[in-house]
């Protein structure tokens, strides 16, 4: 089982930009999707952005492209989300994920696409 710690979540304000990671360990994620997931409170934990094994694909829910970039880097078995323009809605716990199935060139939206979750970290959007 992998293990998934996110950093660099804070108070930044509106149209600013942050940019978090996920470092991994346990096992290697260079064969496996990784993803972003987001959660405000009393919302459900909605699909933000994801990146196939190899980089090749990325996906982004439609409130954040243009905005939101999605990166790997295997090397370091680390996940990235730069996040620029920031806006109040953009305020949440940012969670990253780890696919369960290696070597998966799908698209991805849902959580069930995801079997390994971090702990979260917290961005806050003020105006």
């Known amino acids: 089982q992998v293990q998934l710690v996110e950093s660099g979540g804070g108070l930044v304000q509106a149209g600013g930009s942050l940019r978090l990671s996920c470092a991994a360990s346990g096992r290697t994620i260079s064969s496996y999707g990784m993803g972003w997931f987001r959660q405000a409170p009393g919302k459900e934990r909605e699909f933000v952005a994801a990146?196939?094994?190899?980089?090749?694909?990325?996906y982004y829910t439609d409130s954040v492209k243009g905005r939101f970039a999605i990166s790997r880097d295997n090397a370091k078995n680390t996940v990235y989300l730069q996040m620029s323009s920031l806006k109040l809605e953009d305020s949440a716990v940012y969670y990253c994920a780890a696919d369960w199935r290696p070597y998966y060139l799908g698209s991805y939206s849902r959580t069930q696409d995801f079997g390994s979750w971090g702990q979260g970290t917290q961005v806050t959007v003020s105006s």
């Open positions: 990146i196939v094994w190899s980089g090749v694909y990325q």
